[in-house]
């Protein structure tokens, strides 16, 4: 059974800088999709960033498109999320989460999703 863990999360004044990674234990046949969602108190899954099953092709949404940039170690199975310049509107539990069929840019449901890290952005 695949787990996912994020960490990393955490609170920081608006224009800091947090480094979210989230690992990835357990058996698989084949590798998937892997993205970034958030929930913001109140809001609905907001999807964030995407990286394809190579680890090559990232995608990101428009509101955070320029400050954040997801990363994959496929050697040690981890995902990452480097996010620069912070808003107080990126305040929201993370997510990291999986898709099996490649389809993850854009999407809000995924096969598997990790139990979260809190992100909290002061202005």
């Known amino acids: 059974q695949v787990q996912l863990v994020e960490s990393g999360g955490g609170s920081v004044q608006s224009g800091g800088s947090l480094r979210l990674s989230c690992v990835m234990s357990?058996?698989?046949?084949?590798?998937?999709?892997m993205s970034w969602v958030r929930q913001a108190p109140g809001k609905g899954l907001e999807w964030v960033a995407s990286?394809?099953?190579?680890?090559?092709?990232?995608s990101y949404s428009d509101s955070v498109k320029g400050r954040f940039t997801i990363s994959q170690d496929n050697t040690e199975n981890t995902l990452y999320l480097q996010m620069n310049s912070l808003k107080p509107d990126d305040t929201a539990m993370y997510y990291c989460?999986?898709?099996?069929?490649?389809?993850?840019?854009?999407?809000?449901?995924?096969?598997?999703r990790g139990q979260g890290t809190q992100v909290t952005v002061s202005s």
């Open positions: 357990g058996r698989w046949f084949s590798r998937p999709c």
């Open positions: 990286i394809n099953s190579a680890g090559k092709i990232p």
């Open positions: 989460a999986l898709r099996w069929d490649d389809g993850c840019h854009g999407a809000t449901f995924h096969s598997l």
